[in-house]
């Protein structure tokens, strides 16, 4: 499956952004789908993921109760909608892709299929 993400730009903090990540497969139902983040110098890490059916969802403490991840089946596409955003938020934002790995993966190892990136800034 082929993953290309979209949405990113550069933000005010306490603003929002909403990045898409629509995907090439028609068996798009069929995968877990995450977003992982990579700021300048650190390891890419979990963001937030959702089952195939979007019954289930799972982020990382820091950004829970401002990010929410939503999927639209029909379209092919997960989004992550952002609000309030922080100068520590900023990275290259990355969608990801894998089918039979559990809603609560968090490791970059447990996804197969990756976008190519679309960079959020926010600044103070």
């Known amino acids: 499956v082929q993953l290309q993400a979209s949405g990113g730009g550069l933000v005010q903090a306490g603003g929002s952004l909403r990045l898409s990540c629509a995907a090439s497969e028609r068996a798009f139902g069929n995968y877990v789908m995450g977003w992982f983040r990579q700021a300048p110098g650190k390891e890419r890490e979990f963001v937030a993921s959702i089952s195939w059916n979007g019954g289930s969802v799972y982020y990382v403490d820091s950004v829970k109760g401002r990010f929410t991840i939503s999927r639209d089946n029909a379209k092919n596409t997960v989004y992550l909608r952002m609000n309030s955003l922080k100068p520590e938020d900023t990275a290259v934002y990355y969608c990801?892709?894998?089918?039979?790995?559990?809603?609560?993966?968090?490791?970059?190892?447990?996804?197969?299929?990756w976008g190519q990136g679309t960079q959020v800034t926010v600044s103070s």
């Open positions: 990801a892709a894998n089918v039979g790995v559990r809603v609560s993966a968090r490791l970059t190892t447990d996804y197969d299929y």
